[in-house]
């Protein structure tokens, strides 16, 4: 089966731009929950999305936001760039009923 | 506030010896918790569970133990390779899937 893929791996950006970020699930799976990993600061959950809808949310502003599509496929939004989003950005999947997330490889996100 | 922490960022251990990492939480509601290992560029892959209605599980050479009244984990590696090298989370949920990760624990094995 193949594992949790994200698109693109490394991006670029400057302030104030915009960027999306996609995420394919494994197979069967409709669980989808995206993370920021910072230097010193772990994993911080982002959200977590279930058949289309948001499930579960975290703590980050609203220049963060997401959606799920009917394939289970999700995406990523971040408006308004800002230095310090500058980070790893992970997004695992699981399936119904199943506690263990299992996560792709991260989108790495530079920010100038 | 950080309801997960790993407070050793990080631990050197001898190949074959035994490895703890350790990792404490505050909320007492969470009833499921994991440890994941990541290396540089990739994703945690996940190493192994516990449920909250257990204080003990194994696999192969990792056992998660679970004290509740401590609101203690640890994550046993026996006999630690160097392969093991990597960072290490614990993460902790209530129900849900929204998991909250411990800043992570950098083991580096000896050979």
């Known amino acids: 089966k193949a594992g949790v893929t994200q698109t693109p791996r490394y991006l670029i950006k400057t302030r104030g731009q915009q960027v999306t970020l996609s995420c394919s699930p494994i197979?069967?799976?409709?669980?989808v929950s995206w993370y920021q990993q910072t230097p010193g600061q772990g994993l911080q959950f982002l959200f977590e999305?279930?058949?289309?809808?948001?499930?579960n949310k975290g703590n980050f502003p609203g220049r963060f936001s997401g959606r799920q599509f009917s394939n289970s496929r999700s995406e990523m939004n971040v408006s308004t760039l800002e230095l310090g989003d500058s980070a790893l950005y992970l997004c695992a999947s699981a399936g119904e009923g199943a506690e263990t997330q299992y996560f792709g490889p991260g989108t790495r996100l530079l920010v100038l | 506030d950080q309801q997960v922490k790993q407070n050793s960022p990080s631990l050197s251990v001898q190949e074959g010896r035994i490895s703890i990492l350790n990792c404490d939480y505050t909320n007492s509601m969470f009833d499921y918790f994991l440890w994941y290992k990541k290396y540089p560029a990739e994703g945690p892959t996940f190493l192994i569970s516990?449920?909250?209605?257990?204080d003990k599980n194994e696999d192969g050479r990792f056992t998660v133990f679970l004290n509740k009244s401590a609101k203690h984990l640890s994550l046993h590696i026996v006999p630690s390779q160097p392969g093991d090298s990597a960072v290490y989370f614990c993460a902790a949920s209530e129900g849900t899937y929204k998991y909250i990760f411990g800043t992570g624990t950098r083991l580096k094995v000896l050979a």
């Open positions: 516990i449920s909250s209605i257990k």
């Open positions: 999305y279930f058949s289309e809808t948001q499930r």
């Open positions: 197979s069967g799976h409709r669980s």
